[in-house]
């Protein structure tokens, strides 16, 4: 019977779009030193910063993308 078959497999099919957006969004780890706790800040649609919030109390944090930058990935905001 139609619609009885469910794969749970994690194998994309080719031309599957699945976890093409997931896997191309950059992003830079954070530890939030306010509440102890770490998370993914993933850079803004102008591609001119990592912008995110503490996920507990809301803590604002941009890092600006820039020449003469860094080349880390894990940072700890304060």
Do not use: W
């Amino acid at each position: 019977m139609p619609g009885e078959h469910l794969d749970l497999s994690s194998e994309s099919s080719p031309g599957s779009r699945g976890n093409a957006k997931a896997e191309s969004r950059r992003f830079v780890g954070v530890h939030f030193a306010c509440c102890d706790v770490y998370s993914r800040v993933y850079v803004n649609r102008e591609q001119t910063a990592y912008e995110g919030n503490c996920p507990k109390c809301g803590k604002r944090v941009v890092l600006k993308i820039g020449p003469g930058g860094t080349d880390s990935r894990f940072f700890t905001a304060q």
